[in-house]
């Protein structure tokens, strides 16, 4: 819902519209100036998508937060450091556009590659353990996998010239996650469970869980022993 309509504001003030635009601002202006707030957002998600899969077991959550913590410090490293790498290479000669968006992409990138590992390590889990969560985290799960895989893709493309073309794909790609909500997320699928590892063979899923439960349970206690 923030992506779509500031997306939207960055096309209704192209530069390149002329006298056609409705607003007089550069469309790379909106772009730039909302990439903060998204990056705060999306970890932000990550972190509550976490908390809601792991509510049962919070010696694994305690212990998911920490791994959490510190991909996030890593992503951190990885991108002051491609920063550095990009700022050492590109010709001094370069306008501030250029600059700003090379390191703004390289920062997106970071950002959703590492959202992106971090929730197919959330929907891993899922598939090998069947805990039961509502089913609109189900939804919410998945589609934010898609959103932060095409991310990705778009980001990895980016060569200076054709940043209407990442715009236009992030885009679609919110609109498309944006229908996919409303279609499949409802008040019931708040309340109906949901299993997708193991739902197809019960002693699997009990040996499972009952692993589960002892791993939490031992979390629980090393956490108890540390204070």
Known sequence: ???IPTLTLSFLTDHRLGQFRLVHVDYRAWWLGTRLPYWILYIWMVYALLQAVMHEYPGVHRLSSRVLNG?????AVVAGVTIARLVYLLPSREDFWTWSFAIATSLERTVSV????????VLGFLVWFPVAVPRNLVVFSVTYIVF???NVVAFS?????NVRV???????VATLCYWCWLLFLSEAGERA???IGHSWNPSDRERLLGQLGAINATLLEAARAQR
């Open 71 to 75: 991909s996030i410090a890593f992503s």
């Open 157 to 161: 493309l980016y060569n200076g010239n």
């Open 148 to 150: 932060f895989a095409a």
């Open 166 to 172: 990442i715009a236009w794909i992030g885009w679609i």
């Open 114 to 121: 590492a959202s992106l590992i971090l929730l197919l390590g």
């Open 193 to 195: 469970a949901s299993r």
């Open 1 to 3: 819902m923030v992506e």
